[in-house]
């Protein structure tokens, strides 16, 4: 099933409100948070929050994932074992940085019996993670990982690398180009990291358009004003849609058949091109189901 996530907003599940708040926004999934935006002294409080509001369901077609603590911390066991029995989509892991946390990670779901449906996501946030790209998205062939993605986080690398965030990001895009390479090698999806200037609307725009022409399939945000420019960002405009699905007629004719390249409109179009449709389209169709 193609899925669109061009919007994944971080809710802090201490805060009850956001909680219940997170079931209205028109964001394509969100990330209910035990880490950053937890204090130390909340973190048991908001993993009860978190499991009550994952079992109540009522988030319609968003895609539900759980962001838990590092596994350098006390707390990340804990909230594998909840996030195991809530059943959200997905449970985001941060500071992964080699096989082995991965592999942790699966470990833990299969001694709970944790339902195979529950796929995990890799944030991209150390040096190692980003050398270690292939291998990390490489992982994925084993089923018992269940490892769906990255999600690239710039801030944490900026930190560790030295390397400013500067508007723009070419010190960055040659670590961003290597991950979005890794993940599309192995069949998996990639996000793209928050933008922190909370009030800067046209610099998040511009972050997000350089996202979609990176590659990246969505974006991950830190607050609900972000989120209709960045669905508008990531939706596929009318017209490429349009030609989307003229391409794939046009390669459906009975004289096109056997053809590996045909001519539409004075154009050279290539099989690969219908390939490239059928995604457009069919992420054109989930985002009119989602209702947003």
């Not at 990330?31 to 048991?44: F, G, Q, S, W, Y």
């Not at 508007?167 to 990639?190: K, Q, S, V």
Request: hydrophobic letters at 50%; a negative charge.
């Amino acid at each position: 099933m193609t899925r669109p996530r061009r919007s994944l907003l971080f809710m802090p599940g201490s805060n009850a409100r956001a909680l219940e708040k997170a079931r209205t926004l028109p964001a394509d999934g969100i990330i209910l948070d035990l880490e950053d935006a937890v204090a130390p002294d909340a973190k048991a409080m908001a993993r009860d929050q978190i499991a009550a509001a994952v079992a109540a369901r009522g988030f319609g077609k968003r895609e539900v994932l759980i962001r838990i603590n590092a596994l350098d911390t006390p707390w990340w066991i804990d909230d594998v074992t909840m996030a195991g029995k809530a059943r959200p989509d997905g449970i985001l892991v941060p500071k992964i940085s080699s096989v082995a946390d991965l592999a942790a990670i699966a470990n833990r779901l299969s001694d709970i019996n944790a339902d195979m449906s529950i796929r995990v996501w890799a944030m991209i946030e150390t040096s190692r993670a980003v050398l270690d790209a292939d291998k990390l998205a490489a992982a994925s062939r084993d089923s018992e990982i269940r490892l769906a993605g990255f999600v690239f986080g710039p801030n944490d690398i900026s930190r560790e690398t030295r390397i400013r965030m500067q508007p723009g990001r070419a010190a960055m895009i040659p670590m961003i180009t290597h991950c979005i390479l890794a993940t599309r090698a192995h069949g998996l999806e990639i996000l793209d990291g928050p933008y922190s200037d909370i009030a800067n609307i046209d610099g998040f725009a511009a972050e997000c358009a350089q996202g979609r022409d990176l590659g990246f399939d969505g974006k991950t945000l830190i607050h609900p004003s972000h989120i209709e420019a960045c669905n508008a960002i990531f939706t596929p405009p009318a017209e490429e849609v349009a030609q989307a699905r003229k391409i794939l007629a046009a390669f459906e004719l009975p004289e096109n058949a056997s053809r590996g390249a045909i001519q539409l409109d004075g154009r050279m179009v290539e099989r690969l091109h219908a390939e490239m449709a059928k995604r457009t389209i069919a992420i054109a169709d989930a985002i009119a189901a989602m209702g947003h």
